[in-house]
């Protein structure tokens, strides 16, 4: 299969290059950055419409973005010209190809108010602006391009990535002090996994919704423990603080874990989060 995929120079989309192209697929990268990939803005409707003619992808795997929780806080108007509105202009496109799409979208479309793990039929309701940009993109998929998949995944750690696990260790080699809320709770997702798992799913041809996560949930400051334990830092002292202690501008969702219904049901499941950062520190070294 021909396929295009966009924020190819970030770490999800150069993963999905190499993990593509090792299962046998024709894959193109685009970004707006990055030497070794198709230059791709994707608010430039004309510009992303003449790529995909040029290129005729079967599929685009949409994981370009703007994660920047609260970045996307301090300027709402620029995640939703980039999340949404620059969503839209991919799903459009690829629909003037006859290609479908995959995009790449959060758990953060979700309020976080229901204590339970939000499977694919519950109902988006985002409680800030990266949630409502990524909602938005949801949406332009939906009416423009009726081939879609739509992948929700969350907390993602990444191997050359500024992420919470690099964050935390690296708080703990320079000895500073370590606060972590414990009253946010979600699944903590590694990259590799999430990537070999979007492999599996578009060779089903099984269009739809599915939340992509490592199995299990945990709080950041159970996350963070764990990794320190893990990681050779087991005497590091970590205080647990609420978010009320930690303001934000992005204000995340208190609870917003996934389940992954959607995808068990063809057999395409993540290992559990601890054995996924098991896996991550050992490749780290």
């Avoid at 003619?53 to 108007?77: F, G, K």
């Avoid at 089903?204 to 490592?214: A, D, I, P, Q, W």
Wanted: overall charge negative; hydrophobic content about 40%.
């Amino acid at each position: 299969m021909r396929i295009l995929v966009t924020g190819a120079a970030g770490n999800l989309g150069g993963l999905l290059l190499e993990d593509l192209a090792w299962a046998g697929h024709d894959v193109l990268g685009a970004d707006v950055v990055g030497d070794e990939v198709l230059n791709l803005d994707i608010c430039d409707f004309s510009a992303t419409r003449r790529l995909l003619q040029e290129n005729r992808p079967q599929l685009v795997i949409h994981a370009a973005a703007w994660t920047d929780v609260d970045a996307c806080a301090r300027d709402p108007r620029r995640a939703l010209q980039i999340n949404g509105f620059g969503t839209q202009n991919v799903a459009l496109a690829a629909a003037e190809v006859d290609a479908e799409i995959l995009y790449i979208s959060t758990n953060e479309v979700f309020s976080g108010r229901d204590r339970q793990p939000q499977d694919e039929f519950a109902t988006p309701a985002p409680g800030n602006a990266y949630g409502y940009s990524k909602h938005a993109g949801e949406l332009a998929v939906v009416a423009h391009c009726p081939r879609h998949y739509i992948v929700r995944t969350a907390w993602l750690f990444a191997h050359g990535g500024r992420n919470f696990v690099q964050a935390i260790l690296g708080a703990a080699r320079a000895g500073r002090p370590l606060r972590v809320v414990s009253n946010e709770v979600a699944n903590p997702t590694y990259t590799n996994d999430l990537s070999a798992a979007l492999v599996r799913l578009v060779e089903t041809e099984r269009r739809g919704t599915y939340h992509f996560v490592n199995e299990g949930a945990c709080s950041r400051f159970q996350f963070a423990r764990y990794i320190l334990d893990r990681s050779g830092f087991a005497g590091t002292p970590i205080q647990s603080i609420s978010s009320h202690q930690w303001p934000r501008p992005g204000s995340p969702p208190e609870h917003a874990a996934l389940t992954n219904g959607a995808g068990r049901l063809l057999g395409i499941t993540l290992r559990p989060w601890r054995d996924a950062v098991d896996a991550f520190l050992s490749q780290e070294g």
